[in-house]
């Protein structure tokens, strides 16, 4: 692996480290209900948005089995977040996620993110194949993962329980060759 330099970014995207001073740019997505409702967490409550931020702040490349996240700014505006988990040395394995303000959705921003966070899962952590997990009502999302030239893998019913429901689980995934060849 090699070392990360930010920011990262992209035709109309700048990805960058997430900082205390993100505080009230957290808050509009995880405070959202409409933005975490496919999410594993429920709201979290602006008392306790500081303690939650500490998560995303990152000094580098992820370790094995952990989450690289950066703030999406398109023109110096937070308009989500982006993020890229080291979930397997020994396998070669990485997820990414994506969460945007409502605001932003439909601009395309939440798939040239993820290409990106894509390919540095390739270049700088040399995992081999890349995964996108959705809860299975979260047709946007599915898009987002169809767009980026995933395949679709799985559809695990029933498989979780969030939030006091069973939830299915799709399941995408590109491996590295297929991805360079995609990118010509």
């Known amino acids: 692996m090699s070392e990360l330099v930010l920011p990262l970014t992209t035709a109309r995207l700048t990805l960058r480290a997430i900082t ?44 094995d089995g952990q989450w690289l996240s950066l703030a999406i ?8 977040q982006a993020s890229v988990c080291y979930r397997s040395a020994e396998h070669r394995q990485a997820e990414i ?29 040399g995992v081999h194949r890349v995964v996108g997990r959705i809860e299975a009502r979260n047709a946007p999302s599915e898009r987002v993962l169809q767009r980026l030239g995933m395949r679709k893998e ?23 060759p297929e991805w360079r060849l995609q990118q010509g």
Do not use: C
Request: aromatic share 12%; glycine share 8%.
């Open 154 to 176: 799985a559809h695990l019913i029933q498989n979780e329980w969030v939030k006091g429901e069973w939830n299915d689980e799709i399941v995408y995934a590109i491996t590295e």
């Open 20 to 63: 205390v001073e993100d505080e009230e740019n957290i808050f509009a997505l995880y405070g959202n209900p409409e933005v975490v409702r496919y999410l594993y967490e429920d709201v979290v409550e602006r008392a306790n948005i500081s303690t939650h931020l500490l998560r995303y702040i990152s000094a580098g490349l992820p370790d």
């Open 73 to 80: 700014e398109h023109d110096g505006i937070f308009v989500g």
């Open 97 to 125: 996620g994506y969460i945007l303000v409502p605001s932003a959705n439909g601009h395309g921003y939440a798939t040239e993110a993820s290409a990106r966070m894509i390919q540095l899962a390739f270049d700088e952590l």
